[in-house]
């Protein structure tokens, strides 16, 4: 079965620092995989994607990540986080179009909080 | 603008009220699902649908129904809600046909739900 771990459920980075966040996650073929991101009280929106290719990934609002399949890896960064980037953002992994039975494939990791310090 | 609804937003409710959470999206998705939140335990898949009439248990699906008659709308139905339900509630929606953006699921605001 698959799953994705987020190894850092807090993370504070002061205003103007760089950002990586982790995400390590367990798949048997290869791994469709997403950043997304929750602002408080707001729904998911999704920062980037990466399914094949490049491995090093551009996504909006200044976020990339890169593909580590060694490592089983894809971690986000950032190189200048912005008081606007504090929220909640959520690593997935997926399989191909249809999984077959059971959930569709798309697992999430528990989540990194992020706090900005200003 | 593509977009996925859900209504309400925000609902309080007693233990065995029955309630329906609904969900729309207007981009001719195929695939539609719900997903429930909790702290801790990230995100987790109740119910998912490949298609109209098509419907499949996700992770969490004990206490939930669902139903697909029509491709936009994808209703949530907590027949006798209890307690442990009380959650932050997501509908998604993706294509399933051509392009890079196949996997690319569109959540919907959330409703949060509080069961008495």
């Known amino acids: 079965a698959q799953s994705v771990t987020q190894p850092d459920i807090h993370i504070t980075v002061s205003e103007g620092a760089s950002l990586e966040l982790r995400c390590n996650y367990s798949y048997g073929a290869t791994p469709y995989l997403f950043w997304y991101v929750q602002s408080p009280g707001q729904g998911l929106q999704l920062l980037l994607k990466y399914f094949s290719g490049d491995t090093l990934v551009q996504g909006i609002k200044g976020f990339e990540a890169e593909f580590k399949r060694s490592q089983s890896s894809f971690n986000l960064r950032k190189p200048s986080v912005h008081w606007s980037d504090a929220a909640e953002y959520f690593c997935?992994?997926?399989?191909?179009?249809?999984?077959?039975?059971?959930?569709?494939?798309?697992?999430f990791g528990k989540g990194t909080h992020l706090i900005i310090q200003p | 603008e593509a977009q996925v609804t859900q209504n309400p937003r925000y609902l309080i409710t007693v233990t065995g009220k029955k309630l329906t959470v609904t969900c729309s999206q207007n981009?001719?998705?195929?695939?539609m699902s719900w997903y429930r939140q909790d702290p801790g335990l990230g995100l987790r898949q109740i119910y998912y649908s490949m298609n109209v009439e098509v419907t499949d248990k996700g992770d969490v699906p004990e206490g939930y129904k669902v139903s697909r008659k029509e491709k936009r709308n994808f209703p949530l139905i907590l027949e006798s809600p209890s307690p442990n339900q009380t959650s932050l509630y997501f509908c998604a929606s993706r294509g399933t046909s051509g392009g890079l953006n196949l996997e690319t699921q569109y959540f919907g605001p959330g409703t949060r739900l509080l069961v008495l």
């Open positions: 997935a992994v997926g399989a191909g179009m249809y999984s077959g039975g059971g959930a569709d494939g798309l697992t």
């Open positions: 981009m001719n998705h195929e695939y």
